[in-house]
């Protein structure tokens, strides 16, 4: 049994999701998010957008991937634009769709679109998820791929703008699943993790990401989250808990408003964990 092609482009019924305050509190202090905004309510971080839509992405993935190969998917990429940051208060409807299906020799990923529109039907935020099934190189490709964020290796070789460094808890997958509701045991139970070839319990793909996008904002966006408009990585190596994380961000582009930096986030060994990062930031 193959993914299931046909079920492509077929956007999931709508969900209704009321952003609260004491829930993105809990997100922030799970992500270790130092932003004032944050931390007292006043905005939800930016990778919580993912929280409204979870359960719909979820299923839009596993609406066109056979329940047998669930246990060989990590997090491939993420891709997230937003209009205005959230807010508490705001009543969100999202919906989502798989996209597109790309079987290659070292496995399969899955590319799910998502919007979560406001209560006058507005945009508040576009996302791409691409999930990637290990060793799993069976049946057709189709659809469309997830937007283009590579980060060139001429970037890379001059000296970035900004290098923050942060430190990931003992105990962040267990916090970071209470805030955000995702309960994969991978991150939770170290022996379900080893037992699919992973060095042990790894932090969430999602929470490395709310991290970068705190260092961006810190570091290029002068600590104001809502100049953040876009947010793409590509998950590379696992990270695990209690090791350092360092990004080093590069300016890549200015135009319209927006200065796009590329990143790449290192563990203490120096291997990528997070590489083809992009940030966009408004004036």
Known sequence: MGFAIDKLDMWSPDGEFKVDAERTIAYAA?????????????????????????????????????????????????????????????????????????????????????????????LVVEQYSTTFFRGISEGESAGEAPPEHKLSGTVKSSDPVATITQQMDDDQTFRYADASGDRMPIHLDEEVAKSVGLPGIIIHGLCTMAFTSWAAITSVADGDPARLRRLAVRFSRPVL???????????????????????????????????????????
């Open 30 to 122: 799970a992500t270790n998010d130092p932003i004032p905004a944050h931390r007292d309510g006043d905005l939800a971080p930016p990778v919580f957008a993912v929280v409204p839509v979870w359960d719909t992405m979820a299923l839009s993935m596993a609406s066109v991937t056979p329940q047998e190969y669930m246990l060989q998917v990590v997090h491939g990429e993420q891709d997230m634009r937003w209009r205005r940051p959230l807010k508490p208060g705001d009543v969100l409807t999202s919906r989502a769709a798989p996209i597109g299906i790309h079987v290659k020799p070292s496995g399969t990923t899955v590319v799910v679109k998502m919007e979560s529109r406001d209560e006058r039907g507005e």
């Open 241 to 283: 808990p209690g090791r350092e994380i360092t990004t080093r961000l590069w300016e890549v582009d200015e135009r319209d408003g927006l200065t796009t930096y590329g990143f790449e986030t290192t563990n203490p060994e120096g291997n990528a964990v997070v590489k083809d990062g992009l940030a966009e930031v408004s004036a």
